[in-house]
């Protein structure tokens, strides 16, 4: 059984940084893993995904300012987000998917961006 948990959320001041990270367990083979946020009443979209190979695309809104990173040996995903913005404040979910089909999500962590 795969199992996806997030870590790090909170609350930060604009213009502050935060760390999020994403374990995950029981997952086999290659993966994608990508990070996702959604803020009521908006759709979840996506924030960040890094493919095998290195490369990684970011949403719009987040360019410049966030990065993703992976460790495969730990079966983990780290979300490093700098000059955070109001605009920021969202849950962010971690996602992990598998060529085969298989999507697993995390329950998310809660990311506050006001001063």
């Known amino acids: 059984q795969v199992q996806v948990a997030e870590s790090g959320g909170g609350l930060v001041q604009p213009g502050g940084s935060l760390s999020l990270s994403c374990a995950a367990s029981?997952?086999?083979?290659?993966?994608?893993p990508a990070w996702y946020r959604q803020a009521p009443p908006k759709s979840r979209e996506l924030v960040a995904m890094?493919?095998?190979?290195?490369?990684?695309i970011y949403g719009d809104s987040v360019k410049g300012r966030f990065t993703i990173s992976r460790d495969d040996a730990k079966t983990a995903v780290y979300l490093q987000m700098n000059d955070l913005k109001p605009e920021d404040t969202a849950v962010y979910y971690c996602?992990?998917?598998?060529?085969?089909?298989?999507?697993?999500w995390g329950e998310g962590t809660l990311v506050t961006v006001s001063s």
């Open positions: 029981g997952i086999s083979g290659t993966y994608v």
């Open positions: 890094m493919f095998r190979d290195g490369r990684a």
């Open positions: 996602q992990l998917s598998t060529a085969n089909g298989g999507l697993w």
